[in-house]
């Protein structure tokens, strides 16, 4: 299983940036999915999650913010991002997710968000 996210960059304080996470040698469709950060010096964290069955959780930090969407058809997940703050500045990763929320699979490539101020 390999997952690839993609679609960060350098935005301005307020901005918006989309992400993607496409999975090969899986589906996502049958499994809740969820975005995780990591900032520098600091722990991965979710931040935003997607259930089977379509009920979204973001932590607080993000939340009304960051919009987290699925295309199965295209095994893709998405993370919509706006009004983004410099504290956003992480380094983004997607996974499948078990029960508790941990993630299913070895981490894969993340994309780097880096927000200005």
């Known amino acids: 299983v390999q997952l690839q996210a993609s679609g960060g960059g350098l935005v301005q304080a307020g901005g918006s940036l989309g992400l993607s996470c496409q999975g090969s040698g899986y589906s996502f469709g049958f499994r809740a999915v969820g975005w995780y950060r990591q900032a520098p010096g600091k722990q991965r964290e979710l931040v935003a999650s997607?259930?089977?069955?379509?009920?979204?959780n973001y932590a607080d930090s993000v939340k009304g913010r960051f919009t987290i969407s699925r295309d199965n058809a295209k095994n893709t997940v998405y993370l919509q991002m706006n009004s983004l703050k410099p504290e956003d500045t992480a380094v983004y990763y997607c996974?499948?997710?078990?029960?508790?929320?941990?993630?299913?699979?070895?981490w894969g490539q993340g994309t780097l968000v880096t927000v200005s101020s």
């Open positions: 996974n499948a997710l078990q029960g508790d929320g941990s993630p299913v699979f070895t």
């Open positions: 997607l259930s089977f069955g379509g009920r979204t």
